[in-house]
C-alpha cells in the first residue's frame, strides 16, 4: 500500500503531464465506447427488421428448401404446411405460426409485364406479428401510394401489395387493376385479376424493384396449391430461447427442416462481420496510440525522477519494488481515465440521443434512420479492462528502466 500512495503522489505532483494522459485515455474510451453502442443499434435494428421482415423466429421448410430453385412452383413446399402450422400453435413455446407461400411469375397491366417475386401471407395474423404496416405506411408516401391498406381478410378478395419500384415500372398505382401470371403444382400457365389495394417500401431498392405481396387465398387459386406452404414462420413467446427451440423443434419434426433466422438472414451476418473487423481495427489503433502516449510520459516521468529513484533505492527500495511503483501509476491511470471516460460516454451519449439525429440512408437502402446509441456495459467493460492492460504495458519499459538504474550514478545525476 505504501508503493500505491507513492505512486497516486506522484501522479498528484505531476498534474499536466497526468492531466494530458488522462485526456488520451478518456478519448480511448470515448471514441471505442460509443462506436460499440452505435454497432448495437445497429445489430439491434438489422436483427428486428430480418425478424419482422417475414422471417420470424425460427423458420420450417422441407428437407433440401435451400439448395438450389424450384422448377416449378411449390416443388419444395411442405406437402401439407396448413395441418403442421396447427401443430405448431399448440406447443406452449410457440406465440404463433404464420404460413407462406413463395412464388415467382408475370404481373401484366397489358401493354407490359414484369417478372415478380411474390410472398402469401395470411392477412389476419400477419400485421400482428410482422412490420408490414410500417413499410405500407412508408410506401404510401410515393406518387401512387396515397390510400394504401392492407389486405383484406376475405378470402374471396383478390388484392396485392406492389414493392414501390415495381408499381412505377408498371405505372401502377393503388386501385388499378393487373394480373398476376404463374404456373400452378402442375406445371400449367395460370393467371388471376387482381386489384391494387397498397404500395410497400421494404427499404432496399432491389427488394421493391421485383415484390409482391398477397393473401394465401389468392396464391392458392394461382398456383392450385392446396394445403401446401413453402415455409413456416415461427414467432416464439421467448426471443433468447431462439437457439434451444430449434434444436428441440428440429428433433419433433425430423422430416422437416428448422433454420433459426440468424442463418437465413446472410444480409446480417455480413455486416455483423464487417463492423467487427472495422472495430477492431479501430480499437488496435487507439490502444497503439494510448500505448505510445502513456510510455512516453511515463518514460518522461522516470528521466526527470533519476535522483528521487536513487535517494528511494538508498534507502532500501529494491528494483523489483520501482517497476511496481509505475506499475501501481499505469494502473491509477487507467482506473482514473476509464471511470471519466465512462461518465463522459454516457452524458454525450445521452446529449446525442436527444438531439434524434437522422442518420443517411445506408447503400443500397430508401431511407435513413434515427441515431439512437444503445448502452452496452459489456462493451464498457471490455473497453476499459482493453486499456487498462494497456496502461500496465506501457509502465513495463519505464518501470524496467528505472530497475536498472545503479544508485551512485543516480544520486550524481543532473
Known sequence: MILARLALRNLLRQRRRTALTLMVVVAGFLALSLAGGFMAQTFQGLADGAIRGGLGHLQVMAPGALEGDEAQSLEKALPDGEALATRLRQDPAVAEVLPRIQFMGLLSSGPKSVAFLGTAVDPALEPKHMACLDSLKDGAKVRGGGGSRWLSADPAAREVILGTGLARSLGASVGSLLTLMSTT?????????????????????????????????????????GPARSRLSIVLKRPGDTGAEQARLQALLPETTVRPWFELASFYRQVKLLYYAIFGF?????????????????????????????????????????????????????????AMGLVATLLLRAGLNALHLQMPAPPGTSHGYELDIHLVPGVYLVVALGLQATLQVSALFPGLKAAKLRIVEALRHV
Open 185 to 225: 403444382r402442375d406445371g400449367a400457365l395460370n393467371a388471376v385479376d387482381v386489384e391494387v389495394v397498397g404500395l410497400q417500401d421494404q427499404g432496399l431498392k432491389e427488394l421493391n424493384d421485383r415484390v409482391l405481396t398477397v393473401s394465401l387465398a389468392t396464391a392458392g387459386q394461382l398456383l392450385d396449391a
Open 282 to 338: 479501430m480499437g488496435l489503433v487507439l490502444f497503439l496510440v494510448v500505448l505510445l502516449a502513456t510510455a512516453n510520459t511515463l518514460l518522461m516521468s522516470v528521466m526527470e525522477r533519476v535522483r528521487e529513484f536513487g535517494v528511494l533505492r538508498a534507502m532500501g527500495l529494491q528494483p523489483g519494488q520501482l517497476l511496481a511503483l509505475l506499475q501501481w501509476e499505469g494502473a491509477f491511470l487507467g482506473l482514473f481515465g476509464s
